[in-house]
């Protein structure tokens, strides 16, 4: 069969082991979101205006890091991707809460994950976030019998890009790379303009 | 705002690189997963069977064949008839004595199914002594593929990312989810009661599907 | 800004590559990702199951971060990997001389409307997070690496709904 990975699907610790690596996981997430400059709301805005596009810099940054590294190792007869987690998918419960995220995003300025770190650097509008983010899910857990139906329509399972697009998962690998980098070469450009916004005027004239 | 990140154009660059290397590469690998081939011998047959690996349960192989597992291949043993009137999907049908001479692809998961679980588990010792690894039969044949994938009843006291998995692997199938309430869910067997679940069932497993199906 | 001790933020590329590395880590170790969203659903059920335990059994959503009796339900692996995070942004943010008491926002609001705005901001997110089964950590990430067709919907959706929400608030940011 495949190799050691994933430990704990493999049962080389059990569910106490699991706990610690928890925490020791999230104190490095926590670590490299701040580093990022993730816990500050100002600065995450700024994706939104065009001033600043670190939070599609970092994101996509780690997508395409954890990406190549479970495509080698799964290669590399290291892990058994069958035994990872991939989230499933409810296509229209997906793309509406996409949308109300989306819109609560921008309104906040932070995101769940990035909310910890901006409180506990001190960050009050942090902790008013996190406040919010619980509320809105004890709003939707009150609600829940009413749209039962809704959030648990259009399942289609653990449906990922390459069976949904008829090519190999190193196609879609390569093909996000690229655009990755693409978009980056982007955010630098749009970065670039909003620093001096003299420049694009000229282009234009 | 763009100048309070220090930047490093010479270690940006190499990642950015070392990004294209890899996914330049990635398309030319195609798929991740390489066969894996072994050879097999009878003790090792008697182990497997002792440890109960020789078999999937209904619930699995409706996974395997919706996220679409590579390879996989399904058999029906029955006959013409009762393939014609009804199969699992993307099953093939194939007579029992035909598994000892068709040809074999030793990279393919195959998975044999009947009525109930007799013949298939013939068919298993079949394929196994012509040097398959990856070969599996359903347990409670096609009985327990209508009970447990077309028709599950789920106890309504089912956590509900339990109850969402099943549904919709179930509504996938084109069947229906019924959910009960506990009461008459317990004098009605379900693949949640443990009787009919996953082969290598331990604690440690079940804690895993909990935690897991609640990515976020 | 007026923290000018503080340390300047490291390269956004850097911090993601760190952030994947951790990600990859957690599919090596646990074969599953990170998430953020599900320990905010795990705290919101064990309140309700204090509070009103009846209720909370009687709801689906609440139940499903239940454990079964006896275990806690904020014995939960997210529930842990969250305080690491705070553990880990603060001991960064100290390091790097960045913890300040004070409100991010733009110079056209208060204080007062800046907690406002986040307050709705995450209540909408809690909601859309519920709704999609994730956040931009278990969908953005960890079903991005995946390569999840859902968890791309919704990243996509939610860039969507961020730069169309976006121009009514410019007010609150600059």
Same mark, same amino acid.
């Given at each position: ?26 104190i ?12 500050n709301?100002?600065k ?12 599609l810099?970092?994101?996509?940054? =780690?997508?395409? #890091? &954890?990406m ?8 590399? /007869? @290291?892990?058994?991707?069958?035994? $990872? ?31 910890c ?16 983010m619980l ?6 857990g ?5 749209i039962?139906?809704? =959030?648990?329509s #259009? &399942? ?5 890009l390459?069976?949904?697009? /008829? @090519?190999?998962?190193?196609?879609v $690998? ?17 970065e ?14 | 705002m763009?100048t ?20 330049v ?47 996989l ?35 393919a ?35 327990e ?20 998995s099943?549904?919709?692997l ?8 019924t ?28 804690t ?9 | ?77 997210l ?25 991010e926002r ?19 997110m ?6 999609a ?42």
């Open positions: 069969m495949m190799g050691g990975a994933p430990f704990y699907e493999f049962g080389r610790f059990g569910e106490g082991t699991s706990l610690v690596i928890a925490v020791l996981l999230g490095a997430f926590g670590w490299f979101l701040e580093q990022g400059g993730m816990g709301a100002r995450l805005s700024g994706q939104f205006y065009f001033t600043d596009l670190s939070v810099k970092l994101m996509f940054s =780690a997508i395409v #890091t &954890a190549l590294g479970l495509f080698w190792l799964s290669w590399a /007869g @290291l892990l058994d991707l069958s035994r $990872v987690y991939v989230p499933e998918t409810f296509i229209a419960p997906q793309i509406v809460g996409g949308l109300v995220f989306g819109v609560g995003f921008a309104t906040g300025g932070l995101c769940p994950g990035t909310s770190v901006a409180a506990a650097t001190g960050r009050k509008d942090g902790l008013a976030l996190i406040a919010g509320a809105g899910v004890f709003v939707f009150e609600a829940f019998p009413a039962d139906r809704f =959030a648990d #259009t &399942a289609r399972g653990a449906w990922t390459p069976q949904a697009l /008829g @090519l190999s998962q190193g196609t $690998v390569g093909i996000l790379v690229a655009v990755a980098l693409g978009a980056f070469a982007g955010a630098e450009w749009l670039r303009r909003a620093e001096h916004p003299a420049r694009p005027m000229k282009l234009a004239a | 763009t309070d990140a220090r930047r490093r154009p010479g270690i940006e660059r190499a990642l950015a690189v070392l990004a294209i290397v890899g996914g590469l990635a398309v030319i690998a195609g798929s991740p997963a390489r066969p894996t081939r072994g050879s097999v011998d009878v003790t090792e047959l008697a182990r497997i069977v002792e440890h109960e690996e020789d078999h999937v349960t209904a619930m699995e192989l409706a996974r395997w064949i919706r996220d679409d597992r590579p390879r291949r399904v058999l029906d043993i029955r006959a013409d008839s009762e393939f014609a009137d009804f199969h699992i999907p993307a099953a093939t049908r194939v007579p029992l004595a035909e598994i000892a001479r068709m040809p074999l692809d030793s990279a998961t195959y998975v044999l199914y009947s009525e109930g679980g007799t013949h298939a588990a013939q068919g298993w010792f079949l394929l196994r002594a012509r040097g398959m690894t990856h070969v599996f039969f359903l347990r409670g044949g096609l009985y593929w209508l009970e447990q994938v077309m028709n599950p009843r789920v106890a309504s006291t089912t956590p509900r990312a339990q109850r969402d099943i549904r919709a179930t509504l996938w199938f084109g069947g229906k989810m959910v009960v309430d506990s009461a008459s869910a317990t004098t009605t067997p379900s693949v949640l009661d443990g009787e009919l679940s996953a082969p290598h069932k331990s604690d440690t497993r079940e895993i599907r909990k935690i897991r199906r609640r990515a976020c | 800004m007026s923290d000018a001790k503080a340390a300047p933020y490291a390269s956004p590329y850097l911090a993601g590559v760190g952030v994947g590395v951790v990600l990859l880590l957690a599919f090596v170790l646990m074969g599953r990702g990170l998430g953020a969203s599900g320990a905010f659903s795990s705290v919101v059920a064990a309140a309700v199951n204090t509070a009103a335990p009846a209720h909370a059994a009687g709801n689906a959503f609440y139940s499903g971060y239940l454990t079964d009796g006896a275990a806690n339900p904020l014995r939960d692996w529930v842990l990997e969250i305080i690491g995070v705070v553990i880990g942004g603060l001991a960064s943010g100290l390091l790097a001389r960045r913890i300040r008491w004070t409100t733009g110079a056209g609001i208060t204080d007062r409307r800046r907690f406002v705005n986040a307050f709705v901001g995450g209540t909408a809690g909601v859309g997070a519920k709704l089964r994730g956040c931009t950590s278990g969908l953005g990430l960890t079903g991005g690496a995946t390569l999840s067709v859902g968890s791309w919907l919704f990243i996509i959706a939610a860039f969507v709904g961020a730069y169309a929400a976006a121009p009514l608030l410019r007010r609150a940011w600059r």
